[in-house]
Each structure stands twice: as C-alpha cells, then as structure tokens.
C-alpha cells in the first residue's frame, strides 16, 4: 500500500493542545501552603543565623566547661586568615567570607520576589536616606552605650568572656575591612532575623509577641558564645529592634544602627584596647 504523503492540518487558533512532540506546557507554581512557608523559614535559618545559633551554643558549652573563667577565656569577632607575611592571601579570603555571607541575604530576597514582595516590602531600600541614618544614629547611641555597660558589667561578674573585636593583623586594609565586616552584620541579621522573620512568622498566623519573642531569642542564642551577660544583653537589643520595626515597618535604620555600633566596637577595640584601664583585653 502507498505510504500517505498528506501533511497534519495546522492547529486551530485557540487550540492549545500540544502537537504531537512537544515539550508540555510548565505547571503552574504550587501556591505557598504553611508547610512549605516553615520548610523555607527552617532552611533560611539553616543556611544562616540558625546555624550560627546552634554553633554558638557549642562554643558556650565549650567555655563554661573550661578549666578557666568565662572572663579568662577570649572570644575574637574578626580575625586574621592567613599569616601576617602574606597579607595579599588574609585580604583575599577575607573578602570571599564577606561576599559569599550576603548569600542568605539574596535569598530571602529573591523569596520575596517569588511571593509578590520584594526588599521594599521589610522597608530594605533607600527611599529615605535622611531619616534612616538618623533615627539608626539614635538607635545605635541607645543600644551601643547599653551594650557596652553590660559588657563591662558582666564581664567584672565572670558571665562574660573577653570580647576581641578584632584580631587582624596590622595591614592598611585593616579599618576599611573592620568597617565591611559591621556593614555585614548589620545588613546580614537585620534583614534575615527581623525584616523576613517577622513577616513570614506572621503570616503563619503567629501572634506579634511570639514572632518578636522568637525573633529576640534567636538574636540572643547566636550571641552565646559571648556569655551570659551578652545574651540577655542581645535579647533586650532584639526586642528593642522588633519593637521599632513593626512600628515604622523599615528595617534599614535598624541594619543603619547595627552597622553603627560594630564600626565602633571594631575600630575602637584597635586603637582602645590595651590604652585604657577600664576596657578588658
């Protein structure tokens, strides 16, 4: 029998079944169900300031369980990667740890995105310049002199170990460094533990003193590691943190004020430390 040589009628328009070979249409996106909004709070944390949480609660064990004091003990926030002869090699990798840290940042963001919101949303932008380094100024000065009183204060009563802000190495990058590491915490817990915790914790229908519960407590278990005296010290600068959020609904003056305060503590820690009485170390 003769093979027939007719070809398919072409496609009807309006008809969108697909021809015989092609790739199918792609799903629609599954809507985000409260199962899979804790999968991403979980992983977030996971990738994140969780992780930081539980190492820190291994380093506090660590210390308490030393045959030292916590105040004999020393914890350094910034340190030197690689020897003093190769400063080309410590400047390399610390830049690597600066950038790749902002991973989780884009993350969130990027999470964001795909449910409609964006970094406007946790108020994470430059729309107001003026007021977020003001308002972040005042806030730095509120919880920066706290923080340093409960310091000293528990640091005298052994709940604290002696903080080093920073232990790089003397190069000329050392300040400009110290000053991206601040910006990086600032910008890193910010927008991770108060602009996306919140919001996705509230939106899984937590009430507002749980999810500021949470979030606090969380702040206050990754800085563990620093004793007791600085737990409770970050759990009150977490409240204090929440609390202005959800009032003014910006995360910027608070990564403005926590920028602020690291920029002092690091660049004061190398040209205070060792010169004055009143400051351990």
């Known amino acids: 029998m003769a093979e027939s040589t007719a070809e398919p009628s072409p496609a009807a328009p309006g008809d969108d079944t697909p021809s015989a070979g092609a790739p199918p249409a792609p799903a629609a996106p599954a809507p985000l169900t409260p199962r899979l909004l804790r999968a ?4 977030v ?20 369980t030393a045959p030292q004091s916590l105040a004999e003990q020393t914890a350094s926030l910034v340190g030197s990667q690689a020897d003093s002869e190769r400063p080309w090699l410590d400047l390399s990798r610390q830049v690597y740890s600066l950038v790749f ?6 993350l969130v963001i990027h999470l964001l995105h795909r449910t409609g919101q964006s970094a406007r949303t946790i108020g994470f932008d430059v729309r107001r310049p003026g007021g977020d380094l003001l308002s972040g100024a005042g806030l730095a000065a509120l919880i920066g002199g ?3 009183v409960v310091y000293l204060v528990s640091w005298q009563l052994g709940l604290t170990v002696t903080v080093a802000p920073s232990a790089l190495n003397d190069h000329w990058w050392q300040i400009p460094v110290l000053v991206l590491q601040a910006v990086k ?7 991770i533990v108060v602009g996306y915790l919140l919001l996705r914790l509230e939106r899984l229908g937590w009430s507002p003193v749980q999810a500021v519960l949470a979030s606090s407590v969380l702040r206050a278990f990754y800085h563990l ?7 409770f010290g970050n759990l009150v600068m977490g409240v204090v ?21 690291d920029i002092v503590a690091f660049a004061g820690s190398v040209y205070l430390i060792g010169r004055v009485d009143w400051l351990p170390g």
């Open 40 to 43: 991403e709070v979980l992983i």
């Open 45 to 64: 944390l996971a990738l994140s300031l969780g992780a930081a949480a539980v190492s820190a609660v291994i380093s506090f064990v660590g210390s308490v």
């Open 101 to 106: 840290a902002m991973a989780p940042v884009a």
């Open 146 to 148: 706290g923080g340093l």
């Open 185 to 191: 915490n600032g910008v890193l817990e910010e927008v």
């Open 225 to 231: 590691y620093q004793g007791i005296g600085m737990f």
């Open 241 to 261: 943190f929440c609390w202005f959020y959800r009032r003014y609904g910006r995360v910027m003056p608070l990564v403005v004020a926590h920028a602020l305060i």
